[in-house]
């Protein structure tokens, strides 16, 4: 008997990575400029890896409260309040291993095998991934393309949700898309969870990374002591934690016990003296932030400028998240195309076929990097539109 046939379905069915597919076919390429993964180019700073450290040359390296830190928990309420200028408890802050587990604990929270979830496509992977683990229907509302840009039909949205349906799952603003909820289309979102009596999964972990304002719109901001909304975060973006894998989930206080509860049986807790990290990001990283944003910003015009020179690219400089999600005129196999461009332009993008079925014909680049280095992979990448 093959070993495969002692696994669930659901683990032999899940998705490979099409992300890493091209990483792993350019490993190890000299003078390649990578642009296909979610992150950006400069470590941690100074003084969040001098807390951690700090830390652990305390010794806090024993087991630690489920929730997290008293003191992060705080920072959290603190920084949440701050940002939305609404009044917060540190009851509602969870500290997870990461913004996917943040995702993970809600799924299982709300959802089981035969539920479904809606979410709007093209889609980080792993959403879906993670659902479809559990059993999970995910169903997919595509955007609509408009002028190299992104809208939500919000019809679609609500004849997608059905009987089954346990859960809305909101990115905004997106990866890949760049796409940004209004206010106005946040609080439809945020009626249809009322009227079908569901829950709604918020991802606003860019939401500083927004370029025609000082936020992006909330779900904070049009929410009710009535709507069961469990925002999950991460300090991956802001703070270039991507690799520490701490996040977060904010919730109502009545969901204490659980929430509790399912980090106990996973991974019991966040380690302490990376929490310490964590801390002083929230505490003392805000100008961080600000100088990743507006570099971000000039990294945006810079890239989506000179390939719209090109005029064989659609594309509209996103409000928000730090990607590039363009098609090329004549292109249709970008999974294909990604694989050349590494070999003939020596940068790495990401092919939309990596984000399902909504928009195979398109390409991301992550633009969150040195200037010099976003200008040399968009010239190389312009040239290689011209010839191709």
């Known amino acids: 008997m093959s070993h495969l046939k002692r696994l669930r379905p659901e683990a032999v069915a899940a998705p490979s990575s099409g992300i890493l597919a091209v990483i792993q076919y350019a490993f190890g390429r000299d003078g390649l400029l990578p642009l296909w993964a979610g992150e950006g180019d400069l470590p941690t700073p100074d003084f969040i890896r001098a807390a951690a450290a700090e830390g652990l040359a305390r010794g806090e390296t024993f087991y630690t409260y489920q929730r997290g830190l008293p003191e992060l928990r705080q920072a959290l309420a603190d920084y949440t309040q701050a940002l939305y200028g609404q009044p917060q408890s540190p009851d509602r802050f969870f500290v997870t291993g990461s913004g996917m587990q943040a995702i993970q604990i809600a799924l299982t929270a709300l959802t089981g095998a035969g539920d479904e979830i809606v979410y709007f496509g093209p889609a980080w992977p792993n959403l879906p991934a993670a659902a479809a683990l559990r059993g999970v229907k995910p169903v997919e509302v595509a955007f609509d393309p408009i002028a190299g840009g992104w809208q ?47 829950a709604i999964i918020a991802d606003e972990i860019y939401s500083q990374f927004y370029y025609v304002g000082e936020r992006a719109p909330s779900f904070h901001d049009v929410m009710s002591e009535e709507d069961t909304i469990f925002f999950v975060n991460s300090f991956s973006k802001n703070w270039a934690m991507t690799g520490w894998r701490v996040g977060w989930i904010e919730a109502p206080v009545e969901f204490d016990e659980v929430i509790a509860n399912l980090i106990q049986y996973s991974t019991s807790g966040v380690a302490a003296f990376m929490q310490r990290g964590a801390i002083a990001a929230i505490r003392e ?76 014909q398109f390409l991301r680049a992550c633009f969150h990097r040195r200037l010099d280095e976003v200008e040399m992979a968009a010239e190389r990448l312009a040239d290689w539109i011209g010839a191709a």
Do not use: H
């Open 285 to 360: 990283g805000g100008a961080f932030v600000e100088e990743q944003t507006a570099r971000a910003k000039i990294a945006r015009d810079l890239f989506c400028n000179r390939l719209l020179a090109t005029n064989r690219v659609a594309l509209s400089p996103p409000d928000g998240a730090f990607y590039a999600f363009f098609s090329i005129d004549g292109i249709e196999d970008t999974r294909q195309a990604a694989f050349r461009i590494i070999d003939e332009a020596n940068v790495g993008l990401a092919p939309g076929t990596a984000f399902g079925t909504a928009a195979p």
């Open 152 to 198: 939500l039909d919000l019809d679609k949205v609500r004849d997608a949700i059905g009987e089954k349906t346990r859960v809305l799952f909101v990115n905004t603003p997106a990866n890949p898309t760049g796409w940004t909820a209004t206010y106005q289309e946040l609080e439809a979102l945020r009626d249809m969870a009322r009227e079908a009596g569901i």
